[in-house]
């Protein structure tokens, strides 16, 4: 005979069942628990699943050039304006823009420092617009990038590239998603002997491109 079996005989039926109920308590609530956190998953799938979101869509509207100087030995001096517009696709589903770096960058190269645009919410099919200055001061330059470049800077066309860099959260109802990567790359291409091509600003030079721009959304 067990001692569960001894116990129980010197106590009443009434007093055994109660103590067995009291050892199940604990495994009826871990089994509870877990049963709500699975429910809960399924209908986060399922909203997920039904409701995929599109990735937000970015247009590259216009970029004014300050200056734009490469001088010896290598060093790129450069300052810009860009109107940068995002466009949510979404019905349903709203976009937190957590972080966003943009910076302008030549064949890969960086050429400016990285400026944060401020945390932004985006509605369902709401159109967001930034207008940030992008800067660099006597940035060092690859020398065989700094041939290519005085090339294109004297035939007249040079492809800069807008590079955008951030984090972003999908919201759904009041479910508001982890953090995703987003990266977006916007070519524009900068004439700088054929002004008929741009708008003069003062001394500055406008350029009218309205470039759709690739991006990319991933897992962070």
Same mark, same amino acid.
């Given at each position: 005979?067990?001692?569960?079996?001894?116990?129980?005989?010197?106590?009443?039926?009434?007093?055994?069942?109660?103590?067995?109920?009291?050892?199940?308590?604990?495994?009826?609530?871990?089994?509870?628990?877990?049963?709500?956190?699975?429910?809960?998953?399924?209908?986060?799938?399922?909203?997920?699943?039904?409701?995929?979101?599109?990735?937000?869509?970015?247009?590259?509207?216009?970029? /004014?050039?300050?200056?734009?100087?490469?001088?010896?030995?290598?060093?790129?001096?450069? /300052?810009?304006?860009? /109107?940068?517009?995002?466009?949510?696709?979404?019905?349903?589903?709203?976009?937190?823009?957590?972080?966003?770096?943009?910076?302008?960058?030549?064949?890969?190269?960086?050429?400016?420092?990285? /400026?944060?645009?401020?945390?932004?919410?985006?509605?369902?099919?709401?159109?967001?617009?930034?207008?940030?200055?992008?800067?660099?001061?006597?940035?060092?330059?690859?020398?065989?990038?700094?041939?290519?470049?005085?090339?294109?800077?004297?035939?007249?066309?040079?492809?800069?590239n807008i590079k955008v860099y951030g984090q972003l959260k999908w919201k759904v109802g009041t479910w508001i998603s982890g953090r995703y990567q987003i990266n977006a790359n916007c070519p524009a291409y900068i004439s700088f002997t054929d002004r008929t091509k741009a708008i003069q600003v003062g001394s500055a030079m406008?350029?009218?491109?309205?470039?759709?721009?690739?991006?990319?959304?991933?897992?962070?």
């Amino acid at each position: 005979m067990s001692a569960k079996d001894c116990l129980c005989t010197t106590m009443s039926a009434k007093d055994c069942g109660h103590h067995d109920d009291e050892e199940q308590l604990p495994k009826r609530i871990t089994v509870a628990i877990v049963g709500v956190f699975v429910v809960v998953g399924i209908v986060i799938f399922l909203v997920w699943a039904i409701l995929h979101p599109d990735k937000p869509r970015f247009i590259l509207q216009d970029v /004014t050039i300050y200056a734009f100087n490469l001088t010896a030995p290598n060093m790129l001096t450069s /300052t810009m304006q860009i /109107t940068l517009s995002s466009r949510n696709p979404n019905n349903r589903i709203g976009i937190y823009y957590q972080k966003l770096d943009i910076f302008a960058s030549y064949h890969n190269q960086q050429i400016t420092l990285p /400026t944060l645009v401020p945390r932004t919410y985006q509605g369902h099919l709401d159109v967001t617009v930034w207008s940030p200055f992008l800067s660099g001061n006597a940035v060092p330059v690859a020398p065989f990038l700094e041939e290519g470049l005085s090339q294109d800077m004297n035939t007249g066309m040079v492809l800069l590239n807008i590079k955008v860099y951030g984090q972003l959260k999908w919201k759904v109802g009041t479910w508001i998603s982890g953090r995703y990567q987003i990266n977006a790359n916007c070519p524009a291409y900068i004439s700088f002997t054929d002004r008929t091509k741009a708008i003069q600003v003062g001394s500055a030079m406008k350029y009218q491109l309205v470039q759709t721009c690739t991006v990319d959304v991933s897992l962070n």
